[in-house]
């Protein structure tokens, strides 16, 4: 096997795993705040 193909196959799944972190940890915050959300509009229907 040659070693520098290795090595620019390891980076390019290092890339794409990168972008798929990236779009998780946005699903994440855009969860949070919904659920933070969520939890306001009870507090004020409960009042």
């Known amino acids: 096997m040659n ?6 196959e390891l980076q390019e799944t ?4 990168e972008l798929r972190l990236a779009k998780l940890e946005k699903l994440m915050e ?15 229907c409960k009042s």
């Open 3 to 8: 070693v520098l193909q290795d090595v620019r």
């Open 30 to 44: 855009a969860s949070i705040l919904d659920t933070q959300q969520l939890k306001l509009e009870m507090r004020l």
């Open 14 to 17: 290092r890339k794409e795993h």
